[in-house]
């Protein structure tokens, strides 16, 4: 479940709209997400860490101006 940091829309990743193919950041996968209730852009990060905890969170993306 992926929950937009804006409005609190949660769903799972079909819902939202998938802006730019996923990429590695360390042990992240990262995928730029738009959701489909507000329309607004972020960043999902999940992965496992090398001590074997996982992890997930969301940071928000700025527009560019």
């Known amino acids: 479940m992926v929950k937009c940091p804006y409005c609190g829309y949660e769903a799972d990743f079909s819902a939202f709209k998938l802006l730019r193919e996923p990429w590695r950041f360390r ?12 329309h607004k852009v972020f960043n999902y990060y999940s992965g ?13 993306v700025k527009p560019r101006k």
């Open 48 to 60: 496992v860490s090398p001590k074997g905890k996982k992890s997930e969170f969301v940071v928000r």
């Open 27 to 38: 042990f992240y996968t990262v995928m730029r997400l738009e959701c489909p209730r507000c």
